[in-house]
């Protein structure tokens, strides 16, 4: 097999992010749109990239595309591409679909077509009238954007987000691809202290601690791709292998996580300790405005409660100003805080450094990032927890 185009798709804002993580696997040429990376890579990153992308929603296969202005250049564009390589005679295929800004419209119609196209395909290499589909699923997905047609093999399955060790989570959990991207996009190093003051379920600590530990996310979970043929077992045994052996546990990472919640704090506990990095965080019952470090510099990373989630306007503006005075102890830290409450940076006095356009699930947000000063030679009795570059 040579080389395949793959498609990692992405949040929107979270593109470069994933670009980062793609490159970082070794995969050079990598051209970005809006909400989606296509690169180009042998058959072992089916595995690599599965394992290891932490920003993105899911990996695609690319099968083909097209133009197609009617149902018939549909038909036969589909036809046209080589089926046979990708389903086996028992394969399970079903088509999801969308258009946007396109003559072929009706979803439903398009699914359809494709379909009857790739079975039409299959019969020419497998002499059967009809097709069991009780084998591996091969979810296929048939995207339409200005008549430029995509199909697309999901490899994943369940979305990239499931690492498996969040069971249970809060009230209003954030996405762990989402987490791991704001923390990515931080530039935060293990060698600095990291707080989550609004730590719920734990999700952004958990990320940072395995990015510190080199935990692949996907480690401990199942992809539909592993059940296809046209990818051996030893081509996963040996990703998942070489992953374990990069494992590297640090055990004075400076990570902590507070809550006012008590059961938001052992719900953290509980999944750091699936996520394997339980003794790399501390957990704490605490409101905001007792928040405080006897580091000189660190990290604070944080998604809080806001009106729109769960609580009302006064209390969002309440626990904004109590993050706001609690951070001003801390003069010599970064904060990167992702809200859709547009007056942060008034309550606080101080305009972010950057921002960015991020959405948490479908609610539009800000991700302002308040950089602070380069660490310094510390003197004093914090000398040996305060960390230099």
């Known amino acids: 097999m040579g080389a395949i185009r793959y498609i990692a798709t992405a949040a929107f804002g979270l593109e470069a992010a994933v670009a980062h993580e793609i490159k970082q696997l070794g995969y050079a040429d990598v051209q970005v749109e809006n909400g989606r990376l296509a690169f180009s890579a042998g058959p072992d990153a089916i595995a690599r990239c599965s394992l290891w992308l932490r920003s993105a929603?899911?990996?695609?296969?690319?099968?083909?595309?097209?133009?197609?202005?009617?149902?018939?250049?549909?038909?036969?564009?589909?036809?046209?591409?080589?089926?046979?390589?990708?389903?086996?005679?028992?394969?399970?295929?079903?088509?999801?679909?969308?258009?946007?800004?396109?003559q072929l419209y009706s979803v439903s119609d398009c699914q359809a077509i494709v379909k009857k196209a790739a079975v039409e395909k299959l019969r020419l290499y497998y002499p059967q009238k009809w097709f069991a589909e009780d084998g591996p699923l091969y979810q296929l997905e048939v995207s339409i954007l200005n008549d430029r047609v995509s199909i697309t093999l999901d490899c994943s399955g369940a979305g990239l987000h499931k690492r498996g060790y969040r069971k249970e989570q809060g009230a209003a959990p954030l996405k762990e691809t989402l987490a791991a991207a704001m923390v990515s996009m931080s530039r935060w190093?293990?060698?600095?202290?990291?707080?989550?003051?609004?730590?719920?379920?734990?999700?952004?600590?958990?990320?940072?601690?395995?990015?510190?530990?080199?935990?692949?996310?996907?480690?401990?979970?199942?992809?539909?791709?592993?059940?296809?043929?046209?990818?051996?077992?030893?081509?996963?045994?040996?990703?998942?292998?070489?992953?374990?052996?990069?494992?590297?546990?640090?055990?004075?990472?400076?990570?902590?996580?507070?809550?006012?919640?008590?059961?938001?704090?052992?719900?953290?506990?509980?999944?750091?300790?699936?996520a394997g990095v339980a003794k790399q965080i501390r957990f704490k019952t605490q409101a905001v405005k007792d928040l405080s470090s006897l580091y000189q510099y660190g990290y604070l990373i944080c998604n809080p409660p806001y009106g729109e989630r769960l609580l009302d306007v006064e209390q969002v503006r309440g626990i904004y100003k109590d993050l706001s005075n609690s951070w001003a102890g801390l003069k010599t830290w970064s904060a990167y805080v992702l809200t859709p409450f547009a007056g942060l940076e008034k309550l606080i006095?101080?305009?972010?450094?950057?921002r960015r356009k991020l959405f948490n699930g479908r609610i539009p947000c800000t991700f302002y990032q308040f950089y602070g000063p380069r660490p310094q030679e510390i003197k004093g009795p914090f000398a040996t927890v305060s960390i230099c570059e």
Do not use: H
């Open 57 to 102: 929603d899911r990996l695609l296969i690319e099968a083909g595309q097209f133009t197609a202005r009617s149902f018939d250049e549909l038909f036969e564009g589909t036809r046209a591409l080589p089926w046979q390589d990708w389903l086996p005679r028992n394969a399970r295929f079903p088509v999801n679909g969308k258009s946007i800004k396109s």
């Open 189 to 274: 190093k293990k060698d600095r202290q990291l707080i989550d003051p609004f730590c719920g379920s734990g999700t952004i600590l958990i990320e940072a601690a395995m990015m510190a530990c080199d935990i692949a996310p996907g480690l401990n979970r199942r992809f539909d791709a592993e059940s296809w043929p046209q990818f051996g077992s030893a081509i996963w045994s040996q990703a998942r292998q070489e992953a374990r052996d990069r494992i590297t546990y640090y055990m004075d990472l400076g990570i902590e996580g507070f809550d006012i919640d008590q059961s938001c704090v052992e719900l953290a506990r509980a999944n750091a300790a699936r």
């Open 349 to 354: 006095g101080r305009k972010a450094d950057k």
